[in-house]
């Protein structure tokens, strides 16, 4: 089980070259808050533009758009962070076209719901190329997802900026083309949490490090990416036969006993039984990975069911409004990973003028009435720096982009609501780090690196029980 399962993943792979057509559904807008257009058959979500900000002075953009294009899943069981992708996507289209648009001309978003599924990906990242010839393609969610979306655009010299993609496979294939607008690779995202506990173990507010860990996760690739830097697996890299080990592991590393791992297969449902087997095991510290948050919301459900509640929770998803609301009280407590807080004091750039988190939150909560949180953040800052890498080389050829975002350097960076972001020849970002952040009285407080940012709180420690 330590070992990443991509097996499945070869077909689809296989059928890269010859994929063609559609498969979904596409919405098509501007960004100027038009009714979009909605193409074939299948149900598809609207891509919602809301209100802009008047910046006064621009012209209107005129010409042919500059399209932008994404496969999401709107549907299926990515589906809650996928709709938030997209919404991150079109806000940033709106605040570019408000602010006169892209080389004199309007951006355009086009978005296809995938369902979910690698193969629809596959066919929808062709069409985008082939038939609705789209001047940049932006990532998709999760590694299941990215990992074959990531080849077609590879295939075809375009850059693929992406937005999540965290595991390590995604990264070692000697792809040109790739960026990844977030911190470290999944595998290595569990030592933020430990580093977190062992922080406040020095402040005295964690009285003893966990002894002991249960780590359950989903068979896809993200999530057992975080389980695998954990439990110290190997990652098999695709058509290299090289293999990556990751011996001993965190939990090793940190004197915890690993006392329970498991796995839970794709389309899983029988979340008692897991949560009783956890139950058993009876681990000071759970691990909970998965990319669909509705999974985490099931299971944590399911262990309020049993009534066994850990002294620390992490889980791998839950930083949406969406988790709080789900789990009420039950939230308290519980520790996410992100690279964004809306606490942060990054400065990022958009239209040639400062853009900056704080910019971006004051904005979409004035255009959509509700605050935007991580999984809007994200794809916000991927078209940020797609819109910063033409406005530089004043064309949307591929290639050029591509050359420019490797070209970047800490003195001259993508400047972003993430923060600034150099790459590497991987395509992984240099100099990031993940932030830690715990619900605590119904908000999601940024508890760890302390000191960063203005607003960090100390952690809640144990959770309290349910």
Not at 48 to 73: R, Y
Not at 213 to 231: E, K, M, N, R
Not at 282 to 305: G, H, K, P
Request: proline residues 5%; aromatic residues 8%; charged residues 20%.
């Amino acid at each position: 089980m330590r070992k990443l399962r991509w097996t499945a993943l070869v077909a689809v792979l296989a059928m890269v070259l010859a994929a063609c057509g559609g498969g979904g559904s596409a919405t098509t807008t501007a960004g100027d808050g038009a009714t979009p257009t909605t193409e074939g058959g299948a149900d598809t979500t609207p891509t919602t533009g809301g209100e802009t900000t008047d910046t006064g002075g621009d012209e209107a953009p005129e010409g042919d758009p500059i399209v932008f294009a994404s496969s999401l899943p709107l549907t299926g069981e990515f589906s809650i962070t996928g709709a938030k992708h997209r919404d991150g996507y079109q806000f940033c289209v709106d605040e570019i076209n408000a602010r006169g648009g892209l080389l004199g001309r309007p951006v355009e978003l086009l978005v296809e719901d995938n369902r979910s599924d690698t193969e629809v990906i596959v066919t929808q990242m062709e069409r985008f190329i082939n038939v609705d010839q789209a001047d940049v393609l932006l990532g998709t969610f999760s590694s299941l997802l990215g990992f074959p979306a990531s080849t077609v655009a590879e295939q075809n010299n375009m850059i693929y900026p992406m937005p999540s993609s965290a595991a390590l496979r995604v990264w070692e294939r000697g792809y040109q083309h790739i960026f990844y607008f977030q911190a470290l690779p999944g595998e290595y995202t569990g030592k933020a949490i430990l580093d977190t506990l062992a922080h406040y173990n020095e402040q005295g507010i964690v009285e003893e490090m966990p002894q002991t860990a249960a780590v359950v996760y989903a068979d896809d690739f993200f999530a057992a990416s975080i389980a695998t830097g954990l439990v110290g697996g190997e990652v098999e890299i695709p058509d290299t036969g090289e293999v990556i080990s990751l011996a001993p592991g965190f939990l090793a590393e940190n004197d915890i006993e690993l006392v329970l791992e498991e796995v839970w297969p794709v389309g899983y449902t029988d979340w008692i039984t897991m949560a009783n087997s956890i139950r058993t095991a009876d681990a000071d510290m759970l691990i909970v990975s998965s990319a669909s948050v509705d999974e985490v919301i099931a299971l944590v459900q399911a262990l309020q069911t049993v009534g066994y509640s850990p002294d620390v929770l992490y889980t791998a998803q839950g930083a949406q409004s969406e988790f709080q609301a789900a789990l009420g009280d039950a939230a308290e407590g519980i520790l996410i990973h992100s690279v964004w807080s809306p606490l942060a004091n990054f400065e990022g750039e958009l239209g040639g003028e400062p853009y900056t988190n704080a910019d971006f939150v004051n904005n979409y909560t004035e255009a959509h009435g509700t605050p935007p949180d991580e999984d809007e953040a994200i794809p916000f800052a991927v078209c940020q720096g797609v819109e910063q890498a033409i406005r530089a080389t004043g064309t949307t050829d591929n290639l050029q982009l591509s050359e420019w975002l490797h070209s970047r350097t800490p003195e001259e960076p993508v400047r972003t609501i993430l923060g600034d972001f150099v790459w590497n020849e991987k395509g992984l970002a240099e100099g990031k780090s993940f932030l830690v952040n715990q619900w605590q009285n119904g908000e999601l407080e940024f508890v760890y690196p302390v000191g960063e940012f203005e607003g960090t709180v100390d952690l809640i420690h144990p959770k309290p029980e349910w």
